[in-house]
């Protein structure tokens, strides 16, 4: 990170190597849509470009970069809602765009979580897509270990649940 | 081991024991939820990866990172020190006559305390996945009671004599005091990155409230505990709430598609 900071092309270009997976999954289990996902973090990657001042050499880079792809995730939806009130009804539905998506049973934790309230599935994404751990987590979403920890637990008994409800 | 001890392992974070994984290896249930919870496989495909490397790389530059956490909190306190002392010059520094020597000690000293939290919860808000050790709820409940608490021994009158003509001038002072200085704060704010635009509005805006607070507490002389609650106080509340909604308008249309290279595939 602090070489992307010195405009070390190297550097940079194996920090996107590296983060952009992570993220990529992060985004995927909240959008559960492929080209989505995508578009989300080219946004991200634009939004670190434009704060990569932010990062404090010594401080934990995984953090960071979650607690941008939340911010992400939140304009993303806030722009899509504004999008939606702005759409006209038609009766006719349009074709389908060229780009399939992917099958939603391709990413079964994305397809378990779907039903999870949004701070739980968050989460739960974090600790296992991002491998983030509790204190990280908690970082990112700017909560405490506790609140985190209540979280994890709640989403947990939730996907028991569902789990022994599935056929 | 129950299932229950498992899930509770899970969101601990511990490392499963011996025991627990032989419950898991024999509890279908836990198995299931072992194996759903395993991270998918990642599936971004290369040719992204590389679009993404040539769209950074496009505009890379180096950048000089932002002070660390305690100097950037050593700026905001030093700002708030010299606005306040500035912006009573003119005004005339005429409070402190009214208070003892150790009155004026617990008060501008509980002042500078909470500058000194309020500068902190600010740079907590303006750095991604900095560790917050504040809550802005919490600090700004416990200013707005321990000000109004410390103003019942000091400000001994608790006549309502002219309550309000001699109110909105200091109200109006403070406020215009709060806004100076937030719009000062806000050009440092703004070389940060909001996670959360509101709280930090609100943070920043109190910040700026307790600003306006102090330029009253240094300059208007009128001893009287009603006033500093109502008048003084109700500056600080204003700013707050002035800081929220700018933070509000920055949530809703902050976010808004200013990259046009995004459509771009």
Partial sequence: MQGYQRADRDATAMLISALSPAIFQFFLGEVRDHARAEDLLQDFWLRVHKARHTFQCGKPLLPWAYAIARRVRVDQYRRTRRVMQHELQSDELP?????????????????????????????????????????????TTGVSVGAVKQRAFRAYEALRKALGAAP | VKCDDFTALLAGGDPLSQSVKEHVASCAACRLMMESLKAPEAELRPDQVKRLQHLVMSSLQPVRPLPSENSLMLIFLAGFVVFCLLATVPLHFRAYRVLTVYQNLAYYGLLLVLAAAFSRAVVERM?????????????????????????????????????????????RLGIVCAGLSGALASLLVRRGFLTSPIETGTTAGFFAGLAGFTVLALHCPIKNALHVMAWHLGAM????????IAGLALDCFGGRDDHPSITQR
């Fill in chain 1, 95 to 139: 074709d389908m765009a060229s780009e399939e998506p992917i099958p939603i049973e391709q990413n079964k934790l994305a397809d378990l979580l779907k039903d999870l309230p949004s701070a739980q599935r968050e989460t739960v994404l974090l600790l296992k897509c991002g491998g983030l751990s509790l204190q990280e987590v908690a970082r």
């Fill in chain 2, 127 to 171: 750095i991604p996945g900095a560790m917050r050790r504040i809550n802005t709820a919490a600090l700004v409940t416990f200013t707005l009671l321990s000000l109004a608490l410390i103003s019942i021994p000091l400000f001994v009158n608790f006549g309502l004599n002219r309550f309000v003509q001699s109110g909105i001038p200091c109200l």
């Fill in chain 2, 237 to 244: 509340v204003a700013s707050g709430i002035g800081g929220a």
